[in-house]
């Protein structure tokens, strides 16, 4: 029976269930919007009603290297994240040469690893006590006086362990833009004269260059983010700042100024990559779309790129992983004691409950710009991509400063008038910590929902409203079921990246609560660096199931 066939009154109900259920969709999809812009609201109240005597302070002191040092950084990032990513995709995607199907694969694996887990291993064998320098000292019979090496805890090793691990982000959306380029401009060039290295720079380059600038800005908000490669190394910057003001000083006014810093920053940055793709009117005018013919190259050729391709594999993925191999047999953790097993435990069920949380809302922010496309579903959807450019440091002061204020006054009223403590409700609680998760990290489970939405035809939601369909049942009935395999990568993308977090995780964990991040920075800051080694295995065992995944879809992506 059609709608039209239907009682009177009977349309009255179901257009009151469809309504109520687009009704419900939006408040929690707005709700969920609130919620991740509070710590950012909450970090610029908290900074500007501090009071100038911190500011002032943090100025005279530290905050002016804070600054040039959080600089410095993000330019060697962008520089080395742009050099290592466009090269390795323009070769592998560009040029034939024996192995580039594993290389264009194998290359990114790096991301697998979490950079701190990467300075952790590299400590180990190039500081002074490490197997490379004590082999160099055996050797020429030097003191420690007598000869140069590199510092590896330095702001230059820390940039080096970040391009490590970031260059994938710019490999993978290069490689991407390289494919979709029709061979017909290129080859116009060669043919008026130009020279395969001229036609890629004044060619294929700008053509991809608003894929490869959105890569460079994913590393730089990570480089911003990341704390536990910049603390361990003793870089000063803003991301340091904040701990050390919230912990080591408690001197809550001063982090969140520091935090309102890193804020500002991190959301030019979003608005700098919003403006460059809605500028990016780069494409190729040929009609004709033939696929871009690989370069076959001679054998030095060959060799160069298999050398060019194999040092970042080696330096970010197959070399560090030997070595915590090695320090995690020569170690004393045993990752099967029950204190062990606690901190696995820990992990996977914030994890887990994490990245639930986080897809759910993903699941329904997506739906609502799709059931009630507007301003208002637009709006919530881009506040809720904002805060994966918002470090995890800022997340965890912006949500602690309110819901600490909360809870106290709460306490403060309950005790005046029932003569009762409730102490801490929600600060220091497991789901305030899952919150700041949720935050830092649904603009990854959104952007991986939509991806999969987009293959959902629109007629299909038409099709289930005239089967009598509510909203919720067209989510649950057609929309999940279709959506599966989205749903899966986005789940294990979430938490993969929660397993990884540390910032937000050591600020808002619960007392005595601790996950394998954590005990690997507590073992590291104590110089017991075989014993980090343990927890770093298995965050990198872990984080390798998210990259399969990548990587088979890198292998797909190859030329049809």
């Not at 060959?302 to 060019?308: F, R």
């Not at 609680?429 to 649904?442: D, E, H, Q």
């Not at 110089?527 to 990198?540: F, Q, T, W």
Request: include cysteine; aromatic fraction near 8%; hydrophobic fraction near 55%.
């Amino acid at each position: 029976m059609t709608d039209s066939a239907l009682p009177l009154a009977d349309k009255k109900r179901k257009g009151l269930s469809r309504k109520s259920g687009a009704t419900w969709v939006a408040r929690t999809a707005l709700v969920a919007a609130a919620v991740c812009a509070l710590p950012m609201v909450a970090v610029a109240v908290a900074a500007l009603t501090g009071g100038t005597d911190t500011i002032t302070h943090l100025a005279e002191t530290v905050l002016g290297r804070y600054t040039m040092t959080t600089l410095l950084l993000v330019l060697m990032v962008s520089v080395g994240t742009f050099a290592v990513g466009v090269g390795a995709a323009w070769l592998v995607t560009m040029t034939r040469f024996p192995g580039v199907r594993f290389f264009e694969i194998a290359l990114v694996l790096p991301l697998a690893f979490p950079a701190y887990v990467l300075a952790y291993a590299y400590t180990h064998v190039l500081d002074h006590p490490g197997i490379v320098q004590s082999v160099l000292r055996d050797i020429t019979g030097w003191g420690p006086r007598d000869y140069w090496f590199p510092e590896i805890r330095s702001l230059g090793g820390a940039a080096t362990m970040l391009v490590l691990v970031l260059y994938p982000y710019v490999y993978l959306l290069a490689r991407a833009a390289f494919l979709q380029q029709s061979a017909t401009t290129f080859l116009a060039a060669r043919a008026l004269g130009a020279s395969a290295w001229s036609a890629f720079f004044r060619i294929s380059l700008p053509l991809a260059r608003p894929a490869i600038a959105g890569g460079v800005l994913l590393a730089v908000m990570e480089t911003i983010a990341d704390f536990g490669t910049v603390a361990y190394f003793s870089v000063q910057t803003f991301a340091t700042g904040i701990y050390t003001s919230w912990f080591s000083l408690a001197d809550r006014a001063g982090a969140a100024q520091l935090a309102l810093c890193l804020l500002s920053f991190a959301l030019l940055l979003a608005m700098l990559e919003r403006a460059q793709r809605g500028r990016a009117l780069y494409h190729d005018p040929s009609r004709r779309q033939q696929a871009m013919e690989p370069a076959h190259l001679s054998k030095g050729q060959s060799i160069l790129a298999m050398i060019l391709c194999g040092i970042p594999v080696l330096l970010g993925a197959v070399l560090p992983a030997l070595i915590l191999v090695n320090m995690g047999l020569g170690s004393e953790q045993n990752l099967l004691s029950p204190r062990y097993l606690g901190f696995i435990q820990n992990s996977l069920t914030l994890a887990s409950v994490a990245a639930l949380v986080t897809v759910a809302v993903a699941v329904i922010i997506g739906f609502y710009q799709r059931l009630l496309p507007g301003r208002r579903a637009n709006g919530a959807a881009y506040v809720a991509r904002l805060g994966y450019a918002v470090p995890g440091g800022v997340i965890a002061v912006g949500l602690m400063v309110p819901f600490a204020a909360f809870d106290n006054a709460l306490d403060s009223f309950m005790r005046s008038t029932f003569d009762v403590s409730t102490g801490l409700l929600v600060t220091g609680s497991i789901w305030l910590l899952v919150a700041a998760y949720m935050v830092r990290f649904l603009a990854a489970a959104l952007g991986t929902y939509e991806g999969g939405q987009a293959m959902v035809p629109a007629n299909m939601d038409a099709a289930a409203r005239s089967l009598g369909e509510t909203p919720g049942g067209t989510l649950r009935r057609v929309h999940l079921p279709i959506l599966a395999p989205s749903l899966l990568t986005a789940l294990l993308i979430v938490f993969v990246d929660v397993m990884k977090e540390l910032p937000a995780t050591l600020i808002m964990r619960p007392f005595n609560y601790d996950t394998l991040a954590v005990q690997a920075y507590r073992l590291a800051s104590d110089e017991r660096l075989e014993g980090a080694a343990v927890p770093s295995l298995v965050i990198v065992a872990i984080g390798l199931l998210p990259v399969i995944l990548i990587c088979r879809q890198v292998g797909r992506g190859r030329h049809r």
